[in-house]
């Protein structure tokens, strides 16, 4: 009785690489919101004026936050949104992740 032992290749996976991120910090003189759009200006190498509005992005709520603050690193809070292709996570401290 011989052994047969059969290799079977297991099929690959294509992935595409991560996609970087980048931080970008708001100052306590901008709201949020100015500088969401700042940052996703930057990335695209255009001037501000050139992107569509933050308010077709975003629920009214969510929009009242980013406009209504300043970095506040007291609060705990974040939240994400798709934004001009943009993955992008605002946190209370100012900080904003770009993907």
């Given at each position: ?8 290749e ?78 992008l ?11």
């Amino acid at each position: 009785m011989s052994n047969v032992t059969e290799t079977v290749e297991s099929p690959t996976r294509t992935e595409s690489p991560p996609t970087p991120e980048v931080r970008y910090e708001a100052s306590n003189e901008e709201t949020l919101g100015n500088a969401v759009v700042g940052a996703v200006a930057a990335e695209e190498g255009v001037e501000e004026s050139e992107l569509n509005p933050l308010s077709g992005a975003l629920y009214p709520a969510a929009e009242n936050v980013l406009f209504e603050n300043t970095a506040d690193s007291a609060d705990d809070w974040f939240f994400s949104f798709r934004y001009h292709g943009y993955d992008l996570t605002v946190r209370a401290d100012g900080t904003i992740l770009v993907r």
